[in-house]
Structure formats: structure tokens, C-alpha cells
């Protein structure tokens, strides 16, 4: 339960960042997101 808690966390930090996209060092966030949009994917896999 604890885990799931922490990825909902996680989730609405990822959002917020989403949002407001940091312009400097672009290239870095393009793969800290892909980075995201895969754990976000494995987490969807594990709850069904």
C-alpha cells in the first residue's frame, strides 16, 4: 500500500513538471520523461 501511495506522489510531481517544462537542458528532461512514461507504463501492467 505504502508503494502506492508514494507512485500517486510521484504521478502528481510528474504532472506539475509537465506542466511547467524547465526550457534549459531540454534534452535531459526529454529522457527524464521517457524515463517516467515507462515506469508509469509498468506501473498501469502491475495493477491490472
Do not use: H, S
Not at 504521478?11 to 526529454?30: N, S, V
Amino acid at each position: 500500500m505504502a508503494e502506492k501511495v508514494f507512485d500517486l506522489k510521484k504521478f502528481k510531481q510528474d504532472m506539475i513538471t509537465k506542466l511547467k517544462p524547465p526550457l534549459t537542458q531540454p534534452g535531459a528532461r526529454l529522457d527524464e520523461v521517457i524515463a517516467e512514461a515507462q515506469k508509469r507504463k509498468a506501473a498501469k501492467q502491475v495493477r491490472r
